[in-house]
């Protein structure tokens, strides 16, 4: 739990790569109340991409009601509740999917998850499950 307005930087030893469609994935511990997709138990982050651990792109991220495009927080994670699902598939993972172009990156290399302290109406706070890269590349030895 990243705590009201907590928040979580992720550094890669490789670059997350701008591929074709999302480029990584963000998971949160959503549900359905009662079942129904029209009411996510969202506890809900930004999500910002950095080159270089300073200078950061913010996804933006609206918050005020279901879909919340562009945050995390608001889609169930498929991953590991079955061992067919990929967790880089982001056409089945679930979870919230980025791609960098939305950013104008080519490449980034930290991921930093930001609570929503701003929002009212929310009884909880972001609980960051995993980050999982869809398009990346690791660095030579």
Known sequence: TLGNGGS???AFAGAIEDGEGPDFIVFENVFFVGGDP?????EIASVEVSTDGETWETFPCTATE???DGCAGWSPTHAGS?????PHDPAQAGGEAFDLADVGLTEARFV???DRADLAGFSGTFDLDAVALVHWACDAP
């Open 8 to 10: 979580i930087t992720l």
């Open 38 to 42: 029209a009411m996510p138990w969202a």
């Open 66 to 68: 279901p879909p919340y």
């Open 82 to 86: 079955d061992e067919s699902i990929d």
């Open 112 to 114: 930093r998850v930001v």
